[in-house]
């Protein structure tokens, strides 16, 4: 796993002080095995995590789907209005409000009597995902060395010995590199090869035919 130099804020909030402590627990060995850095808040409510949230722009939510006053799923309805809602992972000893969440599409759900496997499992995948988005493509554009995010491109063009990267600020950078280099080179970084002559990060397709 490729290693952040930026911190990430992971908030836990359960109205169980026994489950806070065993969430940051597990939180805590798995950063420690994977050398991250991480500021780690703890909620003891729904209400006090909104009095006391403050909303940073890389971090993980791991909140108790059912608790007195504001529930995680609350939480997770308002964070899903403003599209945040994957980074919310959802703690439940109960299968029926578990469901009632994934209309909202929370990142995953965990089961309590589960968390010392699957709350490791989760943060692991957060994690994978969040490097995936963060990782950067080196090219070389008139003989100088640039980098690119890969969060940023929105198609790859083959035109006969070059490929065009186009990002979503409208640049459009000229390589001279094979399109087939960058399939493998971006192969589980969001981009896939639909054509023989375009790569395309999938967010940005509603829908792909065979034609």
Known sequence: MNKQNKNICIH????????IEKAIKITKDLLNDERLAAEIVAYEDGNQFTERYKERK????????DMPG?????????????????RVILLTAYDN??????MYGPFQIVRKDLMEIDLEKAIRRFLRIRND???????????????????????IEKR??????????????KVR???????????????????????????????IEKG
């Open 70 to 86: 504001k529930s995680g799923l609350d939480i997770l309805k308002e964070f899903e209005i403003h599209c945040k809602n994957n």
């Open 160 to 173: 006969r010995n070059y490929s065009y990267i186009y990002l979503k600020d409208h640049r459009c950078v």
């Open 177 to 207: 590199k094979n399109l087939r280099d960058y399939e493998f080179e971006l192969a589980g970084k969001g981009l896939v090869r639909v054509h023989a002559g375009y790569m395309v990060a999938m967010k940005y397709c509603a829908k």
């Open 97 to 102: 409000l578990a469901l009632q969440s994934l």
């Open 58 to 65: 890389d971090e993980l939510l791991i909140l108790d789907i």
């Open 133 to 155: 988005q963060n990782a950067q493509l080196k090219i070389k554009e008139d003989g100088i060395q640039r980098v690119v995010d890969i969060k940023d491109i929105f198609y």
């Open 12 to 19: 836990v909030c359960d109205d169980n002080p026994v489950v």
